[in-house]
């Protein structure tokens, strides 16, 4: 099992900026894939990024394309957000997700078995 822990969520204008990290502790991760979800309120959890670690590969929502980035630190154990340009529909809890087998295309909270407690980002117009 993995254990992950958020931390960078806060509140940002509609333009702005915010990181996210995500801290990941337990077994050895180097093969896990990592992802990033977000969940509104009144909404189903969202699939928003995700990256192999082995390759470094990455996916994202439609919705996300061309203002958020995910990256990760292997010596650091940490996998990133950096969210650009931000809307006040990006408004929700993002949570930080882990399993064992690679992404390969958008996918569903369903198939990721290790999550963080989650961290709210608030965008205001």
């Known amino acids: 099992q993995v254990q992950l822990v958020e931390s960078g969520g806060g509140l940002a204008q509609a333009g702005g900026s915010l990181r996210l990290s995500c801290a990941a502790s337990?077994?050895?991760?180097?093969?896990?894939?990592m992802g990033w979800f977000r969940q509104a309120p009144g909404k189903e959890r969202a699939f928003v990024a995700a990256?192999?670690?082995?390759?470094?590969?990455?996916y994202y929502a439609d919705s996300v394309k061309g203002r958020f980035t995910i990256s990760r630190d292997n010596a650091r154990n940490t996998v990133y957000l950096q969210m650009n340009s931000l809307k006040p529909e990006d408004t929700a809890v993002y949570y930080c997700?882990?399993?064992?087998?690679?992404?390969?295309?958008?996918?569903?909270?369903?198939?990721?078995?290790?999550w963080g407690q989650g961290t709210q980002v608030t965008v205001s117009s």
């Open positions: 997700a882990a399993r064992p087998f690679p992404v390969v295309g958008t996918t569903e909270p369903a198939f990721f078995g290790s």
């Open positions: 337990g077994r050895t991760f180097i093969t896990y894939a």
């Open positions: 990256i192999n670690w082995d390759d470094g590969s990455t």
